[in-house]
Nanobody, 124 residues
Framework: QVQLAESGGGLVQAGGSLRLSCAAS????????MGWFRQAPGKEREFVAG????????RYADSVKGRCTISRDNVKNTVFLQMDILKPEDTAVYYC?????????????????WGQGTQVTVSS
């Protein structure tokens, strides 16, 4: 099991940027796909971005493509989500999660360990 802790959320104006971080415990962090999901009030949790175990492949939801960049540092056991040109509809609790060692899944069921989340609020 990998324990995850997100940070970096906050309140930002539309058009601004935030960089989320997710610190992971466990020596096997570098073996797994990592993903970012978000959940807005009254909505289901949705996939935002994912990255393969070595950072060589990434995948993004259409809603954030071109505005977000996922990256990872396997030495520091950390995964990042750089979010630019933020919109009010990006407001949500953002979660990082540990996936499988093979593919970058886009559903919650494909991820096995979750952090507690960090709130991102974008004002118009």
């Amino acid at each position: 099991q990998v324990q995850l802790a997100e940070s970096g959320g906050g309140l930002v104006q539309a058009g601004g940027s935030l960089r989320l971080s997710c610190a992971a415990s466990g020596r096997t962090f570098g073996f797994y796909t990592m993903g970012w999901f978000r959940q807005a009030p009254g909505k289901e949790r949705e996939f935002v971005a994912g990255i393969s175990w070595n950072g060589g492949r990434t995948r993004y939801a259409d809603s954030v493509k071109g505005r977000c960049t996922i990256s990872r540092d396997n030495v520091k056991n950390t995964v990042f989500l750089q979010m630019d040109i933020l919109k009010p509809e990006d407001t949500a609790v953002y979660y990082c999660a540990r996936g499988s060692s093979v593919q970058i899944g886009v559903t919650s069921e494909e991820y096995y360990d979750w952090g507690q989340g960090t709130q991102v609020t974008v004002s118009s």
